[in-house]
């Protein structure tokens, strides 16, 4: 008849047990420190055992494990309050994939960044200049949130990313932080969303008896730099490099070559849909060799001119 170990023992061991609840893990490493520690536990009551020893150790494998699965609960729960305060501080200042790649902590920390292969977009509205000049201040900034507003939720909604405003233009990046085997795809989605959504708009503003607006937007894709770039005090994740330049320039061409959608040759490459576009043929651009472009318009229904 085995000999039970003193109370003062299995108080003692219960309280040992309890210490697991300092021990902060993923919830894949608690479950193997739980499995480990069942295993230990009734191991060593066994060796006891053969000894001529009982030891109880149903309370302290209860505390033991209570202690586990409530540290790990509690810190999921701080996790989710915390990524909630992250959500509601930034998510007005970065895009969605960007803050997507933060609360997952897959984005690297610090400035630099890495080549990839992305399409980059640039927007632009066309004549704002004038048409600012005949708006209030006030009127502007609300004309140009409403634009936004409805451009970012088709860049978002195909993936993209979007790197910065620039008064009333925006860049955009797809391929990026996720990485697409197609950026091109996303982008001209996102494009002819943008149109779509332009539509709305400009709908929205003739039935106020305002004018509408037109846009021209620019795409080309390529290599990039992407990454963190501006100072440890105030940085953007965004790109450089000679796609980012490109884009930039042909978006410039919408205003001059009457499409409000214009892509270089690897873009058109990369959809492999040449029947959807308009030869532009090879056209200079500033700073760069020329580049041969393609246009696309949506048909009869898209409002504004792109002159």
Not at 63 to 92: I, N
């Given at each position: 008849?085995?000999?039970?170990?003193?109370?003062?023992?299995?108080?003692?061991?219960?309280?040992?047990?309890?210490?697991?609840?300092?021990?902060?893990?993923?919830?894949?490493?608690?479950?193997?420190?739980?499995?480990?520690?069942?295993?230990?536990?009734?191991?060593?009551?066994?060796?006891?055992?053969?000894?001529?020893?009982?030891?109880?150790?149903?309370?302290?494998?209860?505390?033991?494990?209570?202690?586990?699965?409530?540290?790990?609960?509690?810190?999921?729960?701080?996790?989710?309050?915390?990524?909630?305060?992250?959500?509601?501080?930034?998510?007005?200042?970065?895009?969605?994939?960007?803050?997507?790649?933060?609360?997952?902590?897959?984005?690297?920390?610090?400035?630099?960044?890495?080549?990839?292969?992305?399409?980059?977009?640039?927007?632009?509205?066309?004549?704002?200049?004038?048409?600012?000049?005949?708006?209030?201040?006030?009127?502007?900034?609300?004309?140009?949130?409403?634009?936004?507003?409805?451009?970012?939720?088709?860049?978002?909604?195909?993936?993209?990313?979007?790197?910065?405003?620039?008064?009333?233009?925006?860049?955009?990046?797809?391929?990026?932080?996720?990485?697409?085997?197609?950026?091109?795809?996303?982008?001209?989605?996102?494009?002819?969303?943008?149109?779509?959504?332009?539509?709305?708009?400009?709908?929205?503003?003739?039935?106020?008896?305002?004018?509408?607006?037109?846009?021209?937007?620019?795409?080309?894709?390529?290599?990039?730099?992407?990454?963190?770039?501006?100072?440890?005090?105030?940085?953007?994740?965004?790109?450089?490099?000679?796609?980012?330049?490109?884009?930039?320039?042909?978006e410039g061409l919408t205003k001059e070559l009457g499409h409000p959608v214009i892509c270089s040759q690897a873009v058109v490459d990369e959809l492999a849909q040449p029947r959807l576009f308009t030869d532009l043929g090879a056209q200079a651009i500033k700073g760069h060799s020329p580049v041969q472009v393609w246009g696309w318009k949506p048909g009869p229904l898209y409002c504004g001119s792109s002159r």
């Open positions: 008849m085995a000999e039970p170990v003193g109370g003062r023992w299995v108080a003692a061991l219960a309280l040992l047990c309890s210490l697991l609840w300092f021990v902060q893990l993923r919830l894949q490493a608690v479950i193997a420190l739980a499995v480990v520690f069942a295993i230990g536990l009734l191991g060593a009551a066994s060796l006891l055992l053969h000894q001529g020893r009982y030891l109880p150790v149903a309370a302290a494998l209860l505390v033991g494990l209570l202690a586990l699965a409530g540290r790990w609960l509690l810190g999921a729960l701080q996790e989710m309050g915390e990524r909630r305060r992250l959500r509601a501080a930034f998510a007005g200042y970065v895009s969605p994939p960007v803050m997507r790649e933060i609360l997952q902590r897959r984005l690297p920390v610090g400035l630099g960044g890495e080549l990839r292969h992305v399409c980059v977009l640039f927007a632009d509205i066309r004549g704002f200049t004038t048409l600012s000049e005949s708006l209030a201040p006030q009127a502007v900034i609300a004309l140009l949130n409403r634009y936004f507003e409805q451009v970012n939720q088709a860049i978002h909604g195909e993936g993209g990313t979007i790197s910065c405003f620039m008064g009333d233009g925006l860049m955009a990046i797809f391929g990026a932080p996720q990485d697409m085997a197609t950026p091109s795809v996303a982008a001209f989605a996102a494009a002819r969303a943008m149109l779509e959504a332009l539509q709305r708009l400009n709908a929205e503003l003739q039935a106020e008896g305002r004018a509408p607006i037109a846009i021209g937007i620019g795409l080309h894709v390529g290599e990039a730099i992407v990454g963190h770039l501006g100072s440890q005090a105030r940085h953007d994740y965004s790109a450089i490099g000679d796609a980012v330049n490109v884009a930039s320039r042909i």
